[in-house]
T-cell receptor, first 111, second 112 residues
Framework: AQSVTQLGSHVSVSEGALVLLRCNYS??????LFWYVQYPNQGLQLLLK??????LVKGINGFEAEFKKSETSFHLTKPSAHMSDAAEYFC?????????FGDGTTLTVKP | EAGVAQSPRYKIIEKRQSVAFWCNPI?????LYWYQQILGQGPKLLIQ????????DSQLPKDRFSAERLKGVDSTLKIQPAKLEDSAVYLC??????????FGQGTRLTVV
């Protein structure tokens, strides 16, 4: 069975600080992995996706994620947080659209 | 390009009542998904359509939930009768075949 675990339901950083959101997965087949962002009362927007090409994936808004097979991880990072990054972030596993989602991490950015 | 449209945005009903949600996917997208997102959890796939055929409905509570996609375009999701635990945001998404999925803003259902 496939599963996704997001470590830390809430992460708080200062503006300008590094953002690190953790995601670990379990899959019996080579995974497709995704990060989505959800702003209040909005749908999900794709930030980036890994589909077995380069292990370091760059996405929108300055975010990137690194696929590490040995650690079964796909952590999301951004070098410098902006106030506009405050949102909920979801890691997902599987085929695009039909995915297994983690329970999300709420990112708070302090001025 | 217009995005995925959903209506209504909000709905409050009493338990045991019925409710229906509507989704209009992006034009030309063959695949349509309905997800249930309970507060504090990630979205859970309820049903996936390819054109007007069901591909996966393994997690749809079929005793009370039903969905259809007539003519392979718009879709409706119905709950009858609703239970308190059905309170959630219902998200519709669409994609070209199995490419990137685009999500609507969702319908927030409150069952009281």
């Amino acid at each position: 069975a496939q599963s996704v675990t997001q470590l830390g339901s809430h992460v708080s950083v200062s503006e300008g600080a590094l953002v690190l959101l953790r995601c670990n997965y379990s899959s019996s087949v080579p995974p497709y992995l995704f990060w989505y962002v959800q702003y209040p009362n909005q749908g999900l927007q794709l930030l980036l996706k890994y589909t077995s090409a380069a292990t370091l994936v760059k996405g929108i808004n300055g975010f990137e994620a690194e696929f590490k097979k040995s650690e079964t991880s796909f952590h999301l990072t951004k070098p410098s947080a902006h106030m506009s990054d405050a949102a909920e972030y979801f890691c997902a596993l599987g085929g695009a659209g039909k995915s297994t989602f983690g329970d999300g991490t709420t990112l708070t950015v302090k001025p | 390009e217009a995005g995925v449209a959903q209506s209504p945005r909000y709905k409050i009903i009493e338990k045991r009542q019925s409710v229906a949600f509507w989704c209009n996917p992006i034009s030309g997208h063959a695949t349509l998904y309905w997800y249930q997102q309970i507060l504090g959890q990630g979205p859970k796939l309820l049903i996936q359509f390819q054109n007007n055929g069901v591909v996966d409905d393994s997690q749809l509570p079929k005793d009370r939930f039903s969905a259809e996609r007539l003519k392979g375009v718009d879709s409706t999701l119905k709950i009858q009768p609703a239970k308190l635990e059905d309170s959630a945001v219902y998200l519709c998404a669409s994609s070209l075949d199995l490419g990137e999925a685009f999500f609507g803003q969702g319908t927030r259902l409150t069952v009281v």
